[in-house]
């Protein structure tokens, strides 16, 4: 089998032996009710992870993500409530700046030759610091629109819901799967990944991809914000600390390389999901503290970081190349 | 030029921002220079901005030596909420302070090894494999303190967080006998040296006879000690310890002090005491937006704006038109780098 697809396999096998494992012991766990709402309570982070899937892939980070997601809300429920405007075009407004705030992130990485590590964590205090500054309430957002977005589902056999957010964020992952592996940007960005003089010199646009990449999960992070407004139906400019690391460990769980060029965006949708499984899980047991699932991530995080480094090994050793890229 | 001479030049940058930054306080907030004594302790905004920045300025110490053997440690805030954790159940558990304290060092030493046995042994990213302490370590701080605020009242403890020493504050005197320290082992021997070597090329100075595994492992181990020492402070100063909020992005602020103190995130080349005038600077930075008034909700804004203009000024790209900030030249990061001197 081809060692590229193994990460993505065992994702898949863990994803199926962990609800295995639910089910034997809450037979609910498999009603499309629990299926809809896992979909629904993760349809924010799953949005993101796409965006960070890109980034990863190119061998970048984005630590920005959660706040952003943050601004996004406050941003909405703030210009909601000052100018009774429609919320689509507050939508296509935020869109626009957390796009515009991705690229020039990626174009300080790219022409100031700055680790994106860095340049990202200036741009999650920046957009922390904006969420702030728009106002440091909570903001509620009462729209018939919200309304009817909340409303707005499709009723699976056995009662499930799928709501609109849960189908946007499979909406999302599709057109995330058909960008990273059926256009040239695509490409572009694995090349990237597989190392920036090489890229270049297989004629790469480096500059636009990178630009391209962090526009892209900027816009991605926006779009987040959008869904976990509608939703947490508020604003609030303390929400989703930390998601940037829960987006990494999705996209690492799902078999994506950190050090870049190898990976499939539907593997983050199945880190996403083991996450949510996780989640429920302690949520169905309910003598279990939620803090079990931060350990139990970070131990997934290992066994996926363990089995993607002996791939490595195992690949080079057939490759007879003594090479001990750290 | 002597020792003394280009340790200057080196720390001229740094020294120069934090003047900069405290004259700029100065001028909107005249009473910023004095200084009083009160109950034997000193008080003052200057005290306040060396008392406040003890928890960042330990963890800079360590994150510049892994920062300098081209490593990142991203689990520090973590490791602080693990250590203040432990601090706060060994001393509510009644195991006195002597073994309360040697628990929670030892539990810092603990997180560094795992750490270090990550990067070292199995040879994982350093951002990879500290991030997985950084996800699991609040659970693991939360489920010794059973997901609630510990809190205590042993005196002997909180003087760790608001007690004095010659009338300055302790937590001063620690990060400043932790830096002296650390300093002095790694700059009296070649030990520092050895760690610039790791930093430039791991491979090279492992052929060369360096001990790199031992030697990485150390380094996130005094990582997590000075981690240790920063946790214990912040569970001292509030008299408990919170696993959610202690130490809560401190890890981004240290690795910050050590970029504004200059050292390059690509490792090879440091120094402790630029770092430290750069935790020094961001908390300036952190107590002067408080005193001029400005609405806190700034904060953050202005320090991502600070970030930002002395990450230009300090980027590969802006070195060569920068004569002032300029430092070893360097083309292509990561690739085609030489020794420095």
């Known amino acids: 089998m081809n060692a590229r697809l193994l990460p993505l396999t065992a994702t898949v096998v863990i994803f199926i032996a962990a609800y295995a494992v639910c089910y034997s012991q809450y037979p609910n766990m498999l009603s499309t009710r629990v299926i809809g709402n896992l979909l629904t309570d993760n349809a924010f982070l799953g949005i993101a992870a796409v965006g960070m899937t890109f980034v990863i892939l190119s061998g970048g980070i984005d630590l920005s993500i959660g706040s952003v997601i943050a601004f996004s809300g406050v941003f909405i429920a703030v210009l909601l409530r000052d100018t009774g405007l429609h919320p689509i075009p507050v939508f296509i407004a935020l869109l626009a700046v957390t796009t515009l705030f991705g690229a020039s992130m990626g174009a300080i990485i790219h022409f100031l030759e700055m680790p994106p590590f860095i340049v990202t964590l200036a741009g999650m205090f920046l957009a922390r610091g904006m969420a702030y500054v728009l106002t440091i309430d909570s903001v509620p957002i009462t729209h018939a629109f919200f309304d009817q977005l909340q409303g707005f589902y499709w009723l699976m056999p056995g009662k499930g819901r799928l709501t609109f957010i849960g189908g946007l964020m499979l909406v999302t992952f599709m057109a995330g799967i058909v960008l990273a592996h059926r256009t040239r940007f695509g490409a572009n960005v694995y090349a990237l990944g597989g190392g920036v003089q090489t890229a270049r010199l297989m004629g790469v646009p480096v500059a636009q991809t990178t630009m391209a990449i962090y526009a892209l999960s900027g816009f991605f992070a926006g779009l987040a914000g959008i869904v976990f407004a509608i939703y947490t139906s508020a604003g609030y400019s303390l929400a989703t600390v930390g998601v940037e690391l829960d987006a990494i460990a999705a996209v690492v769980i799902g078999g994506t390389l950190l050090t870049g060029g190898s990976g499939f965006v539907a593997g983050t949708l199945i880190g996403v999901l083991i996450m949510g499984l996780i989640q429920t899980y302690i949520v169905f047991d309910g003598s279990l503290s939620s803090w079990w699932t931060k350990i139990v991530i970070g131990l997934l995080l290992f066994a996926f970081i363990l089995l993607q480094k002996g791939l490595v090994l195992v690949t080079n050793r057939e490759r007879t190349t003594p090479h001990h890229a750290r | 030029m002597?020792?003394?001479?280009?340790?200057?030049?080196?720390?001229?940058?740094?020294?120069?921002?934090?003047?900069?930054?405290?004259?700029?306080?100065?001028?909107?907030?005249?009473?910023?220079?004095?200084?009083?004594?009160?109950?034997?302790?000193?008080?003052?905004?200057?005290?306040?901005?060396?008392?406040?920045?003890?928890?960042?300025?330990?963890?800079?110490?360590?994150?510049?030596?892994?920062?300098?053997?081209?490593?990142?440690?991203?689990?520090?805030?973590?490791?602080?909420?693990?250590?203040?954790?432990?601090?706060?159940?060994?001393?509510?558990?009644?195991?006195?302070?002597?073994?309360?304290?040697?628990?929670?060092?030892?539990?810092?030493?603990?997180?560094?090894?795992?750490?270090?046995?990550?990067?070292?042994?199995?040879?994982?990213?350093?951002?990879?494999?500290?991030?997985?302490?950084?996800?699991?370590?609040?659970?693991?701080?939360?489920?010794?303190?059973?997901?609630?605020?510990?809190?205590?009242?042993?005196e002997s403890l909180i003087f760790f967080g608001s007690g004095s020493i010659f009338a300055v504050p302790t937590p001063v005197v620690i990060w400043i006998v932790t830096g002296l320290l650390v300093a002095f082992v790694v700059r009296r021997s070649a030990l520092g040296m050895l760690i610039e070597a790791i930093g430039i090329n791991l491979r090279a100075s492992a052929l060369a006879g360096v001990n790199a595994r031992v030697l990485l492992i150390a380094v996130y181990m005094t990582s997590g000690l000075c981690a240790a020492l920063a946790g214990i402070i912040a569970a001292a100063d509030i008299r408990g310890a919170d696993a959610n909020n202690a130490g809560l992005w401190l890890e981004l602020d240290a690795i910050l002090a050590v970029v504004v103190g200059g050292n390059s995130l690509l490792g090879g080349r440091f120094s402790l005491c630029a770092s430290l005038i750069g935790a020094m600077i961001i908390q300036a930075m952190n107590t002067g937006i408080l005193l001029s008034g400005f609405p806190p909700e700034f904060n953050l804004v202005i320090k991502a704006a600070i970030i930002l203009v002395i990450l230009v000024l300090q980027s590969p790209r802006a070195h060569t038109t920068m004569v002032f900030f300029r430092r070893a030249p360097r083309e292509e990061p990561a690739q085609t780098r030489t020794v420095p001197q």
């Open chain 2, 2 to 154: 002597t020792g003394l001479a280009r340790f200057l030049r080196r720390i001229a940058p740094q020294l120069l921002t934090l003047a900069a930054v405290i004259g700029l306080i100065a001028l909107v907030f005249p009473g910023f220079f004095q200084i009083s004594l009160a109950n034997g302790r000193l008080f003052g905004s200057p005290i306040d901005i060396l008392n406040r920045g003890a928890p960042v300025a330990l963890l800079a110490i360590g994150m510049t030596l892994v920062i300098a053997t081209r490593g990142i440690d991203l689990s520090v805030g973590a490791v602080m909420a693990i250590c203040g954790a432990v601090s706060a159940w060994g001393i509510t558990e009644g195991y006195g302070l002597a073994a309360t304290l040697a628990m929670a060092l030892a539990a810092g030493l603990l997180c560094g090894l795992w750490n270090g046995f990550l990067v070292a042994v199995l040879r994982i990213q350093p951002i990879v494999a500290t991030l997985i302490l950084m996800v699991a370590g609040r659970g693991i701080a939360q489920l010794i303190t059973e997901g609630a605020i510990l809190t205590f009242n042993d």
